[in-house]
């Protein structure tokens, strides 16, 4: 009963998507800081980004929302993209070696201690030796 209430209490609704699913997680971050510092101002912005994560997702404004959205995806996902690449660089160090091509910047994983190789990059055809 309750399930098909909000089943049609949603219905032309916008519901969740990356960008509320990363208000809400700053939010939640933000009311840990107010836990650790004691000030009551992260605990006012904690609450306004719930509400307005809350009002994105109830809106029926839907392609205004996929609009902020694809902004907010277009801004992120480079970001994500860096950090992604760090824990695996990271994650890969002990037997592989990272290089970037010198023409198109592409990264290129080389495992490490083979002497110096040349290495053909699979995007561009760039050819270089490096050692690894």
């Known amino acids: 009963m309750i399930r098909n209430f909000l089943r049609n209490f ?3 609704r916008h519901g969740p998507d990356q960008l509320g699913i990363a208000t ?3 939010s939640l971050i933000i009311n840990l800081l107010t836990g650790i510092t004691g000030l009551a101002v992260f605990r006012y912005v904690s609450y306004a980004l719930l509400i307005i ?3 994105r997702m109830l809106s029926k404004n839907t392609p205004r929302r996929m609009a902020e959205n694809d902004r907010f995806i277009r801004v992120w996902w480079p970001l ?5 690449r760090l ?3 990271f994650k ?3 037997n592989h070696r990272f290089f970037k091509c010198p023409s198109c910047k592409n990264v290129l994983r080389v ?3 083979k002497g110096k190789l040349q290495i053909i990059c699979p995007k561009c055809g760039e050819r270089f030796i490096k050692k690894t």
Not at 80 to 84: G, P, V
């Open 10 to 12: 949603m219905i032309g």
């Open 24 to 26: 809400i997680v700053v």
């Open 53 to 55: 994560s809350l009002w």
């Open 80 to 84: 994500r993209t860096r950090i992604k």
């Open 87 to 89: 824990f695996t660089g």
């Open 92 to 94: 890969e160090r002990k």
């Open 111 to 113: 495992p490490k201690g």
